[in-house]
């Protein structure tokens, strides 16, 4: 156990459908990671938090794609009209001012 | 970002030493290497960091040639439980915004 939590852990939604997904990151960590992993692939960067503020985010971030991390401390990630293409685990990871990331388990995303 | 190339898959026996090397020729002079441990259905674990020469840990050492255009991840007496995927990774970790840029990694099977 990393000190990185997130819910949930496994969802299936129908394709069309909302999901969102909570991160938990390690209190004392102002800076926060969106990753999606496919089968068999390294984890893709998707996106950025420096407390509060969103500084980056990856191409693979599409409009129905938005995250948030409202008060610096959790993160949601919440993808609209999902695809089948979607489905992956998406992993959150915190980090302090330079050190290593420190990941959560993941959520596995099915759309069927 | 500097790309690295890593073996696919790597299989060894419980006890024996395995060393694990990754490429990375276009490493820029602020990059640091990193390297990440991945057990199936969970995010990422950091294994090891280091700049030049060797580092050591009390789970592996990583060696770096004075050209740092390849490392070397050693991990000691292997026993069943280091059965995963194992990731090098090149970046600025000084960088605030420093995103982790996975490759597909190193699957190692540890046979009894």
């Known amino acids: 156990d990393t000190g990185v939590s997130q819910d949930p852990r496994h969802k299936i939604t129908k394709r069309g459908q909302n999901v969102t997904f909570r991160c938990d990151p390690i209190?004392?960590?102002?800076?926060l990671y969106w990753y999606r992993q496919t089968l068999g692939q390294g984890p893709e960067f998707l996106t950025y938090f420096q407390n509060e503020a969103q500084l980056e985010k990856s191409r693979l971030l599409s409009d129905r794609f938005s995250a948030e991390r409202p008060k610096g401390s959790f993160s949601t990630l919440e993808i609209q009209r999902t695809e089948q293409g979607d489905s992956a685990m998406y992993l959150c990871a915190s980090r302090p001012q330079t050190d290593e990331q420190f990941f959560g388990p993941g959520t596995r995303l099915t759309v069927l | 970002l500097a790309k690295t190339t890593q073996p696919i898959s790597m299989d060894s026996y419980e006890g024996q030493e395995v060393n694990i090397t990754c490429s990375h020729n276009?490493?820029?002079?602020?990059?640091?290497i990193t390297w990440y441990q991945q057990f199936p259905s969970q995010g990422p674990r950091f294994i090891i960091q280091?700049?030049?020469t060797k580092v050591t840990n009390e789970v592996a050492s990583l060696f770096i040639p004075a050209d740092r255009k390849s490392s070397t991840l050693s991990l000691p007496r292997v026993s069943l439980s280091d059965t995963a995927v194992y990731y090098c990774?090149?970046?600025?970790?000084?960088?605030?915004?420093?995103?982790?840029?996975f490759g597909s990694g190193t699957r190692l099977l540890v046979r009894p």
């Open positions: 990774l090149v970046g600025d970790i000084r960088d605030s915004s420093y995103k982790l840029i």
């Open positions: 209190s004392e960590h102002n800076r």
């Open positions: 276009n490493i820029a002079t602020n990059d640091y």
């Open positions: 280091g700049y030049k």
